[in-house]
């Protein structure tokens, strides 16, 4: 429950987000129109809209997209004639194309009453448009969606949303009709308000197919409401790991100091590992096995460069505590298609030197046992076989180390376990700047893309042919050459082929792999148009120079000096390679 309400003041605080911007000339267009019969109708329309077309996206596939950009084309048609009627009255009637009379219509031109059905029909018009800022709580939705596929739940979390945000728009509606009304009252003000809403309406119509609202009003909401919705977020539900935003990140207690007796609690019985595909490290290990032992069960997946920060701990862990008691299991729980190859999950296991058990949960079985939402993600069992302690995300290491020892004690009193374990990552698997990450994790394939600021559009699934934009702004970033963009990644389909993002964080990686024929992929990096020299990642020399070899996430750039907005290039001399999702660190 207290996620739907989550979602549902998301939703309310789009109201003071920039994304709001395009639409609410269409709103306020009926602002002297009954609320009853006109705002509220349109309003429901606009919700259900979006939330049914969001829902429909996480499993129709490519063509839910495509259906809802012709609607988009359509919906822009009718406001933009909308506009052209309320800037000058006498259009419909000397028009007489369909959509004119269709425009006329809706606006409610003289003194028919408002029919519900062409308001509802304005809603929908205004969902088809309405593409809101991504802030932590909308993104924790859609990656909720994103994972689970289509169900109710994902479905009634959007319409919370949606709702939340046609309650905050019905209250400034509500609040416009009586501004409206005293204007109304000034001599010869009505012409010039109507005029006014039409020009305002025409600038929406014009944002919208510009892109702005998915462009430049996107970045600018980065500085509205997102710490507010994290904040949010932390307080009902745990941090999501998966955003590079360093306010969803949990920050590490100081290593080495006394930290005070964690709080457990009964978290319900340790659910069942029989779900795995197979196991690495170990043979399959049941919950009746572990029961007389203090359980670690990690949630995590080889791309994930949250994860890989966390592992070092996780393996440190296992080594300090493996004689006491202590049985770590990483649950490899894949995002990718390409981490579901139990190959490719070994090859990571053993370049990242893990030596605890790992299940394969290639079909998610454990994760929706544990009803989990996160990479990582820790849960603590005692020797009885209850959880009693759970984190997510990565960071507060000596807090979950603090919870292994009061487990390990309560089953044996007479245990001296004391200290926390002192890592050191290299490479990926270093401790991220959070103060200075203000790039979001981006995906590459068209269901969970944004920011994509190339002039062309993306052809879902078909090879085509992208130019670079002459500037971009942070976080916005895009393609040049014959890229074939897929539903999670984008392939080249001959060389060369290149990618561009405009960033602010100190380190940058990438999700590569070498295409169906594993070919090794040769590139090279630019940075602010030059080679990396000190600045490059562990993958790259100081020349920028590399090669994608295998599927998994490849460190392109690590800062020595300032952080500041800088612009990243990748070129690939070579065809083939898959691009998934740039993280940042």
Known sequence: ???????????????????????????????DQPFRRSGLPMLVGMAATFAGVAALATAAGSWIGRANQYGRYVAIVIFAVMGLALLFPGIAELLSRPFVRLGGKVTQQGDAPPSIGKSLLLGVSTGLLWAPCAGPILGLILTGAAVEGASTRSATLLLAFALGAAASLA?????????????KRSLGAEEWIRRALGVAVLLGVVAIASGWDTGLLTRVSLASTSSVEQKLVDRFRPASSRSANDAVMASSSASGAVLAKVALDNEGKMPSLNGAISWLNSSPLTTEQLRGKVVLVDFWTYSCINCLRSIPYVEAWAEKYKNDGLVVIGVHTPEFAFEKDPSNVAKAVEDLKITYPIALDSNYAIWKAFKNEYWPAHYFIDANGTIRFHHFGEGNYDESEQVIQQLLKEKNANLNVTGYVQVKGAGAEATADLHDVQSPETYVGYERQQNYASPQEISDDMPAHYSLSPRLNVNQWGLEGNWNVGGEHASLESAPGAVVFRFHARDLHLVLGPGKDGKPIRFRILFDGGAPLDDHGVD???????????????????QKGKVEDRTFE????????????????
């Open 1 to 31: 429950m207290l996620l739907y309400l989550l979602a549902f003041i998301g939703g309310v605080l789009t109201i003071v987000s920039p994304c709001i911007l395009p639409v609410l000339p269409f709103v306020f267009a009926r602002a």
């Open 171 to 183: 209250l400034a509606l509500l609040a416009g009709k009586k501004v409206f009304a005293l204007m």
């Open 570 to 585: 990748i070129q690939f001399l070579d065809p083939g390679v898959q691009i998934f999702a740039f993280t940042f660190g």
């Open 540 to 558: 790259v020399d100081t020349n920028g120079e590399g090669v994608v070899k295998s599927y998994r996430l490849y460190q392109l750039i690590r």
